[in-house]
T-cell receptor, first 111, second 114 residues
Framework: GENVEQHPSTLSVQEGDSAVIKCTYSDSASNYFPWYKQELGKRPQLIIDIRSNVGEKKDQRIAVTLNKTAKHFSLHITETQPEDSAVYFCALTGGSYIPTFGRGTSLIVHP | GAGVSQSPSNKVTEKGKDVELRCDPISGHTALYWYRQRLGQGLEFLIYFQGNSAPDKSGLPSDRFSAERTGESVSTLTIQRTQQEDSAVYLC????????????FGPGTRLTVL
């Protein structure tokens, strides 16, 4: 199946700083790239997604960028707040209808 | 509207027993997925249902695992002769049907095998 690498595995920032999480993939047929946030003990929830015909999408403090040539996409969180602390998963589908998830990034925002 | 629901929320069982986990997808969602999430790990795909098509069982880790779905409604995941390594949170997700649609996750069932 599809392979996706997610980095970093943990990310610690001060409140107000920006956070960037990157995922790389290999299947050029991938065409849908969602990001999920999972708070401790809760279910994963979609926070933003992007499709392959778009290079960037923004929703308030959250943005996702996609570089299809280099086969990577990134989640950007600006002005981080303590409530942003969670595990973030990238995912993708396209070549296979089975979504592939990254291993997750534990984001810790220190007040 | 109602989201994806799962039951039970927690299940503790003894090694060797069978367990059945239930998922109620969002009404009208034709696609349903089961995932396993071990503590501190990512999501491991188990099985995928799409409408009345044959399910994709390629992620099931052994023949002790099976799942059924009646039409486009409830799904059950059955684990026979449970082992300690089956301990995990089992998540169900549904989507409208196209593989690039947003997946909506249930709260999960936390399974502990003693």
């Amino acid at each position: 199946g599809e392979n996706v690498e997610q980095h970093p595995s943990t990310l610690s920032v001060q409140e107000g700083d920006s956070a960037v999480i990157k995922c790389t993939y290999s299947d050029s047929a991938s065409n849908y790239f969602p990001w999920y946030k999972q708070e401790l003990g809760k279910r994963p929830q979609l926070i933003i997604d992007i499709r392959s015909n778009v290079g960037e999408k923004k929703d308030q403090r959250i943005a996702v960028t996609l570089n299809k040539t280099a086969k990577h996409f990134s989640l950007h969180i600006t002005e981080t707040q303590p409530e942003d602390s969670a595990v973030y998963f990238c995912a993708l589908t396209g070549g296979s209808y089975i979504p592939t998830f990254g291993r997750g990034t534990s984001l810790i925002v220190h007040p | 509207g109602a989201g994806v629901s799962q039951s039970p929320s927690n299940k503790v069982t003894e090694k060797g027993k069978d367990v059945e986990l239930r998922c109620d997808p969002i009404s009208g969602h034709t696609a349903l997925y089961w995932y396993r999430q071990r503590l501190g790990q990512g999501l491991e795909f188990l099985i995928y249902f799409q409408g009345n098509s044959a399910p994709d069982k390629s992620g099931l880790p052994s023949d002790r695992f099976s799942a059924e779905r009646t039409g486009e409604s409830v799904s059950t995941l059955t684990i026979q002769r449970t082992q300690q390594e089956d301990s995990a949170v089992y998540l169900c997700a549904s989507s409208q049907g196209v593989h690039s649609d947003t997946q909506y996750f249930g709260p999960g069932t936390r399974l502990t095998v003693l």
